[in-house]
């Protein structure tokens, strides 16, 4: 079967950096996204891993080692606006194939 | 460049109904796949159009079907609504032969009473 974990729920403050965490357990693996989701909206992407090591975007990074299965998004400098559900989804098959997506991280930053 | 654009942005029915929803991809986008997304889940991917053929299909029933369309717009179907089928359907574009993402379109969000 196919599964993607991540944490439900985080909590952070201005300005601190958060960490969220993936791992998927899929049939292949051909990439492995992050989107950011607002309340009511569609989900936006911010990053993409197919090899291992750190992508850097901003005050966005993501992470993928292959072998563990894991990924993980970091925000840094967090703000108000970072509140939101972020998703990991990973394209199990060739390009152009569908994403299996996870349940999402709601991600809350107070002041 | 207009994005990925979907219709209705809302829509009510009722239980055994049917309804149709439309998508329009990115422009330069030959694939279109469509996703369902209850409250407070992920997506879940119910089918992908390619060439005006359904490429790749998810777990769901044959009361999901879509069409493509040459012009690469897509709509999809369900028949015999069920309570269940409330979410948000969301539509996404991508080049098949690319390694790029997918790219979606604001969604539909559809109550069944």
């Known amino acids: 079967g196919q599964n993607i974990d991540q944490p439900t729920e985080m909590t952070a403050t201005e300005g601190a950096i958060v960490q969220i965490n993936c791992t998927y357990q899929?049939?292949?693996?051909?990439?492995l996204f992050w989107y950011q989701q607002h309340a009511g909206e569609a989900p936006t992407f911010l990053s993409y891993n197919v090899l291992d090591g750190l992508e850097e975007k901003g005050r966005f990074s993501s992470f993928l080692s292959r072998s563990k299965g894991y990924s993980y998004l970091l925000l840094k400098e967090l703000q108000m606006k970072d509140s939101a559900s972020y998703l990991c989804?990973?394209?199990?098959?060739?390009?152009?194939?569908?994403?299996?997506f996870g349940k999402g991280t709601t991600l809350s930053v107070s002041s | 460049d207009a994005g990925v654009t979907q219709s209705p942005t809302h829509l009510i029915k009722t239980r055994g109904q049917q309804v149709t929803l439309r998508c329009s991809p990115k422009s330069g986008h030959d694939t279109v796949s469509w996703y369902q997304q209850a409250l407070g889940q992920g997506p879940q991917f119910i089918f992908q159009?390619?060439?005006?053929?359904?490429?790749q299909r998810g777990n769901f029933p044959d009361r999901f079907s879509g069409h493509q369309f040459p012009n690469y717009s897509s709509e999809l179907n369900v028949n015999a609504l069920l309570l269940g089928d409330s979410a948000l359907y969301l539509c996404?574009?991508?080049?098949?032969?690319?390694?790029?993402?997918?790219?979606f379109g604001p969604g539909t969000r559809l109550l069944v009473l």
């Open positions: 899929t049939s292949g693996f051909n990439g």
């Open positions: 159009y390619y060439e005006e053929e359904e490429r």
């Open positions: 989804a990973v394209r199990p098959n060739q390009a152009g194939t569908a994403l299996i």
């Open positions: 996404a574009s991508s080049l098949l032969s690319g390694q790029e993402t997918q790219y």
